[in-house]
Every structure is written in structure tokens, then in C-alpha cells.
């Protein structure tokens, strides 16, 4: 499977910014797809999760603002970020577990300026 993501960029705070990532390859063995973040120096944590079944988990920062969607026949997954924060400002990355392991996309850099 190979993922690869887009939509990161500069913007103010308070604005809103949508991510795109595209999956290819083996994609019926992804049970769930989930966007990670990670800033300079810290660990990558994971952002929002969405399944098959379209349940969907996010961290406590993210509630309220970000929404993880997908479009199974486009084989896309989509982070829709508003009320960005300086502190939002990361490596956004898209991920895909499968019940053997777990894929990679690059990164996109989000970029919140105060």
C-alpha cells in the first residue's frame, strides 16, 4: 500500500486547511486509516482515526475542530482542520493499518502562523 498525502501550507490563525491522501496499491487489506502529527523534537501522535464502517476517534485536541472523512471509491482520506492554532503547526502524515502492519505516507508540513 502507498499512501501519499497533500494540502499542508502556511496559514493564519483561525483559519482552515483541508489534507488529502491517497491510497494505492492493496488498499482492501486497510482496516483503518488514521492522520498523525509531529512537531520538531516529540514523538508523532496520532491526530484522528477513521474505519471502515466510517466510526471515527480523535484526540482532545482535535475535537471540535478537525474532521478525518473518507471517499472509499476514490480511495482518499481527508483531514478538514479549522480554528487552527500556532500550536497545530506540525508534519501532518497519513497512515493505513492492516491486521500485519502498519504504512506510511509522506509527510505534509502545516505551517499556523500567529
Known amino acids: 500500500v502507498q499512501l501519499q498525502a497533500s494540502g499542508g501550507g502556511l496559514v493564519e490563525a483561525g483559519g482552515s486547511l483541508r489534507l488529502s491522501c491517497v491510497a494505492s496499491?492493496?488498499?482492501?487489506?486497510?482496516?483503518?486509516m488514521n492522520w498523525y502529527r509531529q512537531t520538531p523534537g516529540n514523538q508523532r501522535e496520532s491526530v484522528a482515526t477513521?474505519?471502515?464502517?466510517?466510526?471515527?476517534n480523535y484526540a482532545e485536541f482535535a475535537k471540535g475542530r478537525f474532521a478525518i472523512s473518507r471517499d472509499p471509491a476514490l480511495n482518499m482520506i481527508y483531514l478538514t482542520m479549522n480554528s487552527l492554532r500556532p500550536e497545530d503547526t506540525a508534519v501532518y502524515y497519513c497512515?493505513?493499518?492492516?491486521?500485519?502492519?502498519?504504512?506510511w505516507g509522506q509527510g505534509t508540513l502545516v505551517t499556523v502562523s500567529s
Open positions: 497512515s493505513g493499518r492492516s491486521r500485519d502492519r502498519r504504512y
Open positions: 477513521i474505519d471502515t464502517h466510517d466510526s471515527t
Open positions: 496499491g492493496d488498499t482492501d487489506t486497510i482496516i483503518y
